[in-house]
């Protein structure tokens, strides 16, 4: 050890070095346990965009236009714990895009992941035939919107 | 000094570093990933849609778009614009953004429904 340390004034000095060691732990633990919902501010931010134009090519645009609007927003990396409703939704607008409300089930690729994506976050009342009709006041919406 | 003053003192500047300290880490980290976040033109839009930032502390929107239509697909674009303006309350730009795309109701009434839509 250095002369310079063993007086009192380097014990004073280790000392606080030591606690500055472990504030830098405390604060990388403190930001790694918040670094989630940092995340997720940053994911919404992000999408914010999109997600908006989406919304108004849907309602008020052209199929064309909101199907690649919907799409690219599928492509956007995301927030998982927000990702899920999203993209149920974004699944359902595309499938009343495509009239996927008016065939059967089976045949109704968009319907099919929206269940998927329903599952993820929640446990009941994802049944395809209900997100069908869901898919139906979408297109409802879509059609009020352009009248 | 007596003794016990000694003791205090180390103990508040010990918890003073302590706390400045994790303090700076902490916000360190967190500034650092707002500012690689805002290296991204999407995001740099979104801030300013969601008013977090004042539009003219960060490049133009027209600039961003630039930017963006690289990765994002041409009509997508056109649309987020249309969607800035009208967030911004530019109904006449946003009119002729609108007519651009060449949708079927451009009128100042639809507009309207357009930014209500996006601000409730």
Same mark, same amino acid.
């Given at each position: 050890?250095?002369?310079?340390?063993?007086?009192?004034?380097?014990?004073?000095?280790?000392?606080?070095?030591?606690?500055?060691?472990?504030?830098?732990?405390?604060?990388?633990?403190?930001?790694?346990?918040?670094?989630?919902?940092?995340?997720?501010?940053?994911?919404?931010?992000?999408?914010?965009?999109?997600?908006?134009?989406?919304?108004?090519?849907?309602?008020?645009?052209?199929?064309?236009?909101?199907?690649?609007?919907?799409?690219?927003?599928?492509?956007?990396?995301?927030?998982?714990?927000?990702?899920?409703?999203?993209?149920?939704?974004?699944?359902?607008?595309?499938?009343?895009?495509?009239?996927?409300?008016?065939?059967?089930?089976?045949?109704?690729?968009?319907?099919?992941?929206?269940?998927?994506?329903?599952?993820?976050?929640?446990?009941?009342?994802?049944?395809?035939?209900?997100?069908?009709?869901?898919?139906?006041?979408?297109?409802?919406?879509?059609?009020?919107?352009?009248? | 000094?007596?003794?016990?003053?000694?003791?205090?003192?180390? &103990?508040?500047?010990?918890? @003073?570093?302590?706390? +400045?300290? %994790?303090?700076?880490?902490?916000?360190? /980290?967190?500034? !650092?990933?707002?500012?690689?976040?805002?290296?991204?033109?999407?995001?740099?839009?979104?801030?300013?849609?969601?008013?977090?930032?004042?539009?003219?502390?960060?490049?133009?929107?027209? &600039?961003?778009?630039?930017? @963006?239509?690289?990765? +994002?697909? %041409?009509?997508?674009?056109?649309?987020? /614009?249309?969607? !800035?303006?009208?967030?911004?309350?530019?109904?006449?730009?946003?009119?002729?953004?609108?007519?651009?795309?060449?949708?079927?109701?451009?009128?100042?009434?639809?507009?309207?429904?357009?930014?209500?839509?996006?601000?409730?």
């Amino acid at each position: 050890m250095p002369p310079w340390l063993r007086g009192w004034l380097g014990r004073i000095f280790l000392s606080h070095a030591l606690a500055l060691i472990g504030a830098t732990l405390a604060g990388n633990a403190y930001w790694n346990a918040h670094r989630a919902s940092t995340e997720s501010i940053v994911s919404t931010i992000t999408r914010k965009p999109l997600a908006d134009a989406a919304n108004l090519a849907f309602r008020f645009g052209s199929i064309d236009h909101a199907r690649v609007l919907l799409e690219e927003l599928q492509r956007t990396p995301s927030d998982a714990t927000l990702v899920s409703q999203e993209e149920m939704f974004n699944a359902l607008r595309l499938a009343a895009l495509n009239g996927e409300d008016q065939t059967t089930v089976a045949d109704s690729p968009h319907i099919r992941s929206a269940s998927l994506a329903c599952r993820r976050f929640r446990t009941s009342d994802c049944d395809p035939a209900r997100l069908q009709a869901l898919a139906t006041k979408f297109a409802q919406e879509r059609s009020t919107s352009r009248d | 000094m007596n003794g016990a003053l000694k003791i205090v003192t180390l &103990a508040v500047s010990h918890l @003073l570093v302590f706390a +400045v300290g %994790a303090t700076c880490v902490a916000g360190s /980290r967190t500034r !650092a990933m707002f500012e690689a976040a805002g290296r991204d033109p999407l995001y740099r839009i979104g801030a300013v849609m969601t008013q977090l930032t004042d539009k003219n502390a960060t490049p133009s929107l027209d &600039a961003d778009l630039t930017s @963006l239509s690289g990765t +994002v697909r %041409a009509p997508a674009t056109q649309v987020i /614009r249309l969607a !800035a303006l009208l967030e911004q309350g530019r109904l006449n730009d946003a009119g002729v953004a609108c007519k651009a795309l060449a949708w079927p109701h451009c009128d100042p009434q639809t507009l309207g429904q357009m930014r209500k839509a996006l601000v409730p």
